[in-house]
T-cell receptor
Framework: QKEVEQNSGPLSVPEGAIASLNCTYSDRVSQSFFWYRQYSGKSPELIMSIYSNGDKEDGRFTAQLNKASQYVSLLIRDSQPSDSATYLCAVNRVSSASKIIFGSGTRLSIRP | GAVVSQHPSWVICKSGTSVKIECRSLDFQATTMFWYRQFPKQSLMLMATSNEGSKATYEQGVEKDKFLINHASLTLSTLTVTSAHPEDSSFYIC?????????????FGNGTRLTVT
């Protein structure tokens, strides 16, 4: 089982709709969760961080965390073509050496 | 804040030569930096954790004698790919968290695209 799992996609969403990206993790004691966006050929950029159960909103982005079910999701409202990218879920694993583990990423495509 | 600068952004070298990549934290001190490698259409793979003033911690399967890491100051870590081969061609990205707390997110350099001919 991978430590951080994501559906690789591609996920195709019409412009203006809500894109929903999901991620599950295996280390139950993980405390910090992040979503990064990566355009092709570029390095990842941080979109959201979330540390406690519930929702966290920042503009068009909402991160949702459910530690009991060990999943974290990212919602993108009013999707724009510029949102087309690979979205990486990352988890700070603290059960052994603290380090951030990335999922394989979900490719999101916003169709006009 | 939390700016990480990586240099060079791309490099082409011949097989058998060595390449050094620099990673700097510009507006914070980073006792720990991380080096990742990413092949086309694949995810980020952690290569090693660079610790200021001590030896790097390498992930399983990463050759420490091939990928030399030096973290001599709180703002600079270097990765040297020694005796590079075409299979080392990849996108190398360094990162650091923005200081305390330890759980803060990683900020990435712009990456170095290495091509070995």
């Amino acid at each position: 089982q991978k430590e951080v799992e994501q559906n690789s996609g591609p996920l195709s969403v019409p412009e203006g709709a809500i894109a929903s990206l999901n991620c599950t993790y295996s280390d139950r004691v993980s405390q910090s969760f992040f979503w990064y966006r990566q355009y092709s050929g570029k390095s990842p950029e941080l979109i959201m961080s979330i540390y406690s159960n519930g929702d966290k909103e920042d503009g068009r982005f909402t991160a949702q965390l459910n530690k009991a079910s060990q999943y974290v999701s990212l919602l993108i409202r009013d999707s724009q073509p510029s949102d087309s990218a690979t979205y990486l879920c990352a988890v700070n694993r603290v059960s052994s050496a603290s380090k951030i583990i990335f999922g394989s990423g979900t490719r999101l495509s916003i169709r006009p | 804040g939390a700016v990480v600068s990586q240099h060079p952004s791309w490099v082409i070298c011949k097989s058998g030569t060595s390449v050094k990549i620099e990673c700097r934290s510009l507006d914070f001190q980073a006792t720990t930096m991380f080096w990742y490698r990413q092949f086309p259409k694949q995810s980020l793979m952690l290569m090693a954790t660079s610790n200021e003033g001590s030896k790097a911690t390498y992930e399983q399967g990463v050759e420490k004698d091939k990928f030399l890491i030096n973290h001599a100051s709180l703002t600079l870590s270097t990765l040297t790919v020694t005796s590079a081969h075409p299979e080392d061609s990849s996108f190398y990205i360094c990162s650091a968290n923005g200081g305390l707390p330890r759980e803060s997110p990683l900020h990435f350099g712009n990456g170095t695209r290495l091509t070995v001919t």
